[in-house]
């Protein structure tokens, strides 16, 4: 039974289409996450919302809108996706904001 | 800016040698500093974690070093094995920040 589930593992799409990757973690943690690793696998933090509300929006551009909907997922959605935008995205869980983090397998974002 | 500094880019060991891996930080509010490992494809997995309480924990063949007045701690990996070839991210908490990474590759 998979700890922190994201859908959908690849994601190919055009510029200017709105996507959406969900997750969901059945750890029963508090803290969930939002993590962007680009080419040079830099592990950028992106949002983090702790029991529904959002606690960390990292200087990222408002077309990336978090959602949670409770406590065990946090979906992304991204507005007008640019070629900047591909990426590998991580979703990540903890039961606090400092002890360790359990991640998504990644959903690999391509924007042609 | 990044928060936490890690070095060297890219490592490459034989066989049965010590692979170092380097970090630094500046935000004396972290108090948890764990260690990832990331095989292609696969999402970050916790390998060694450790709180400033302590100057040193060890975990098999990993080792982490924690020097608080320095603010710098490091990754040992004694008898590094061509399965350890992997990349190696330090990390800050609270609200985990990442250093760049380190490529390891053990050469048999």
């Known amino acids: 039974d998979t700890a922190v589930s994201q859908t959908p593992k690849y994601l190919v799409t055009q510029m200017g289409n709105d996507k959406s990757i969900k997750c969901e973690q059945n750890?029963?943690?508090?803290?969930m996450y939002w993590y962007k690793q680009d080419s040079k696998k830099f592990l950028k933090i992106m949002f983090s919302?702790?029991?529904?509300?959002?606690?960390i929006n990292e200087t990222v551009p408002n077309r990336f809108s978090p959602k949670s909907p409770d406590k065990a997922h946090l979906n992304l959605h991204i507005n007008s996706l640019e070629l900047g935008d591909s990426a590998v995205y991580f979703c990540?869980?903890?039961?606090?904001?400092?002890?360790?983090?359990?991640f998504g397998s990644g959903t690999q974002l391509s924007v042609l | 800016q990044q928060q936490v500094k890690q070095s060297p880019q890219s490592l490459i060991v034989q066989k049965g040698g010590i692979s170092i891996i380097n970090c630094a930080y500046e935000?004396?509010?972290?108090?948890?500093f764990p260690w990832y490992q990331q095989f292609p494809g696969k999402g970050p997995a916790l390998l060694i974690a450790?709180?400033?309480?302590?100057s040193e924990k060890k975990e098999g063949r990993f080792t982490i070093s924690f020097n608080k007045s320095a603010k710098q701690f490091s990754l040992h990996i004694m008898d590094s094995q061509p399965g350890d070839s992997a990349t190696y991210f330090c990390?800050?908490?609270?609200?985990?920040?990442f250093g760049a990474g380190t490529r390891l590759t053990v050469k048999p």
């Open positions: 990540a869980s903890s039961q606090t904001t400092n002890e360790k983090l359990f």
């Open positions: 750890l029963g943690h508090d803290t």
């Open positions: 919302y702790n029991n529904k509300e959002l606690i």
């Open positions: 935000n004396t509010a972290f108090d948890y």
């Open positions: 990390a800050a908490s609270p609200f985990m920040r």
């Open positions: 450790i709180r400033p309480d302590v």
